[in-house]
């Protein structure tokens, strides 16, 4: 487990989000739920997690952003 302090900003973000997504029936959203699915949803985007049911190799958003070299002559 990690311990973070989270700046004011964050703190009132995550505060919103878990009121929009604490609605049944999924119950009662702890911080540490929000914060893991928030913290797991962007880590897929960027390409650092595998997607659910996807086991091919992971490439970071960063990485497929790269532009070819050009090839010299």
Known sequence: MT?????D?????????????DEPP???MSAQDAV??????WLMAQ???ALPGD??????AAK????PKPECA
């Open 3 to 7: 311990s973070v302090t989270l700046d």
């Open 9 to 21: 900003a964050l703190v009132e973000g995550l505060k919103q989000f878990i009121a929009e997504h």
């Open 26 to 28: 999924g119950g009662r």
């Open 36 to 41: 893991n699915v928030i913290v797991q949803d």
């Open 47 to 49: 390409g650092y997690i």
């Open 55 to 60: 086991s091919d190799a992971i490439t970071t």
């Open 64 to 67: 497929a952003s790269q532009l």
